[in-house]
């Protein structure tokens, strides 16, 4: 019995907030597969193998994978097939195989297809707690996300209107919104309209260098939400 094949959670983007198992897994790994977004120019870019070098983890063993970042999600699905049947082959063939997922492997992660494809293949998978996303947002900001008996509720972007975000935010919990450049308009509508709610924006959290942290109402509205960007919404 081979050890089920492993998909590690790599947390927001700073090496140092990978678990001890996590860093352990990726280095007794034989194969670590890495996704990346493919950039104008035949050239591609991979937060997930950029963490894995700063990690020293070798890079003989890394296999990146393209993710299309299109609304057509067909194409990503298709993507996602494609590396699972490559862990597939590779697994069968004795190979001790990671994956790495940025955040949480089981939080908005696009790893799900490719867990999904592999359990269908009765090929064992486990996984590697991480840390989320608007966690580090939460300590990049300073502020405690949610309080003794407060409510949260985290929201992908697919909020279509401004009247919908309100409605969210009217039922006093604290508001959690992912993917914020998928629904960026909505975003700064909401902005407009309410005043005695504090929108905290984050661009690239746990990327050194590159972190953004603001509550500036008319810097939020003039900025141009990156794919990498989340607001947490609290009274």
Do not use: W
């Amino acid at each position: 019995m081979f050890d089920p094949v492993t998909f590690v959670s790599l947390g927001p983007g700073d090496p140092e907030l990978i678990t001890l198992k996590g860093l352990k897994t990726l280095q007794e790994a034989d194969l670590i597969f890495c996704p990346s977004t493919a950039l104008p120019g035949g050239k591609s870019s991979s937060r997930a193998k950029d963490v894995l070098l700063q990690l020293s983890i070798g890079e003989s063993k890394l296999n990146t994978f393209n993710v299309p970042m299109n609304k057509d999600r067909s194409l990503a699905i298709e993507s996602y097939k494609a590396v699972a049947e490559e862990i597939s082959d590779r697994y069968k063939s004795g190979h001790k195989i990671a994956v790495t997922a940025e955040g949480d492997a089981g939080f908005y992660s696009t790893i799900y297809y490719i867990s999904e494809y592999l359990t269908q293949e009765n090929i064992p998978v486990s996984r590697i707690a991480g840390v989320p996303a608007f966690i580090a947002c939460g300590t990049l900001a300073n502020i405690h996300i949610v309080k003794q008996e407060e409510e949260l509720e985290v929201i992908p972007g697919i909020i279509t209107s401004a009247d919908g975000l309100e409605e969210k935010i009217k039922t006093g919990k604290t508001v959690v919104l992912m993917k914020a450049s998928q629904c960026e308009q909505v975003i700064k509508e909401a902005l407009e309209n309410i005043q005695d709610i504090t929108f905290h924006y984050f661009e690239n959290a746990g990327i050194s260098g590159k972190e953004v942290y603001t509550q500036n109402r008319e810097e939020i509205l003039n900025r141009k939400f990156p794919y990498f960007s989340l607001i947490i919404i609290r009274k």
